[in-house]
């Protein structure tokens, strides 16, 4: 049996200072790399093309949420038959994609989420450690899931499962949204451990407490329309 053709989704945004290392890191072993530059005003479009990334871009920001669904979408036509989101900001570790793709492609689950927190050596920020507390709460309480991290952009979707999970919140909030969609669904899905790079660029432009809020707003106003 031929191994399902993968493709690597990378919603951006103003990261024309790392794109590029980040692309390159990825086609090194992914041949399908997709970014969607969400109206970036730096560059980060070119930085990308560059590097060797099929870049689609937003004529108006509209949100990591948003640019996660056009990437998945473009994946879906193109015939991906595993779709794995990694963030552009030089946080994620290419390594950790095998690990995450194999119980799809074992048919062991749907959906694959990275999770930080189950095996040490991410060393996380204090701040950024209960904020990421608190949000895997509120998502535990609002879903049902026992998933151990809500907010780690590095995911893997079988095709049936990324055909099936539609992303309607644009922003940050899309996080939420996609774990109630996996439990309503009732979509097998496991954790793996992944590897979390924090350097001053990733803390700097990393969610704040002001941000925090403003994601369960956005979730919260969802659930009403």
């Known amino acids: 049996m031929s191994s399902p053709i993968i493709y690597i989704v990378v919603p951006v945004f103003n990261e024309a200072r790392v794109i590029g290392p980040v692309v390159q890191a990825l086609r090194r072993i992914y041949e399908h790399v997709v970014v969607v530059d969400d109206a970036s005003r730096d560059g980060s479009a070119i930085r990308a093309r560059e ?8 004529a108006i920001n509209r949100g990591q949420g948003a640019s996660l669904q056009t990437g998945i979408d473009y994946a879906l036509v193109h015939g991906a038959g595993i779709i794995v989101t990694f963030d552009g900001d030089g946080q994620h570790c290419v390594e950790d994609i095998a690990n995450l793709v194999k119980p799809i492609i074992d048919g062991e689950a749907d959906v694959v989420l990275g999770s930080r927190f189950l095996e040490p050596g991410n060393e996380i920020p204090i701040g950024r450690r209960m904020l990421l507390r608190f949000a895997l709460i ?9 998933v151990t991290d809500t907010h780690n952009g590095l995911r893997a979707f079988s095709a049936r499962a990324a055909r099936l999970v ?6 940050m909030a899309h996080a939420s949204e996609l774990i109630d969609q996996i439990h309503v669904l009732r979509l097998k899905c496991v954790e793996r451990p992944v590897r979390i790079i924090y350097t001053a660029y990733s803390l700097e432009k990393g969610q704040k407490t002001s941000g925090a809020l403003a994601i369960i707003w956005d979730y919260l106003m969802g659930k009403l329309v």
């Open 51 to 58: 590097a060797g990334a099929k870049v689609l871009r937003h």
């Open 138 to 146: 509120f998502t535990r309480v609002m879903s049902g899931m026992s």
């Open 166 to 171: 539609r992303i309607s919140l644009d922003r």
